[in-house]
């Protein structure tokens, strides 16, 4: 059983930059399609990044520019730089995985695999 895990969450101030890493327990080499989620307070969940298993990508529009999802194929670790880290960017973050293709790369019922979540906290 495939399981993922998360950290390098933090508290920084607005405009600082952080690094999340998403290790993949048992890897044994499969491409997934990954993604990063976050959900902050009282808000629904929400698609930010996007990885297909060609190494293809997408970003949501508020944080093109400033985030970028990467995976180190060897280790099959996904990561999410973050720059320019925003108060409005606050939340819990999650890793995903799965290994069906979908057309919607942000559909949360067709990911297999979720970490537990780190928490990001952006102060004005």
């Known amino acids: 059983q495939v399981q993922l895990a998360e950290s390098g969450g933090g508290s920084v101030q607005a405009g600082g930059s952080l690094r999340l890493s998403c290790t993949v327990s048992?890897?044994?080499?499969?491409?997934?399609?990954s993604a990063w989620f976050r959900q902050a307070p009282a808000k629904e969940r929400e698609g930010v990044a996007f990885i297909d298993i060609n190494g293809h990508t997408n970003h949501m529009s508020s944080v093109q520019g400033r985030f970028t999802i990467s995976r180190d194929n060897a280790s099959g670790t996904l990561y999410l730089q973050m720059n320019d880290l925003k108060p409005e960017d606050t939340a819990m973050y999650y890793c995903a995985a799965r290994e069906r293709y979908s057309r919607y790369l942000w559909r949360s019922s067709d990911y297999t695999y979720w970490g537990q979540g780190t928490q990001v906290t952006v102060s004005s």
């Open positions: 048992r890897y044994t080499g499969e491409r997934y399609y």
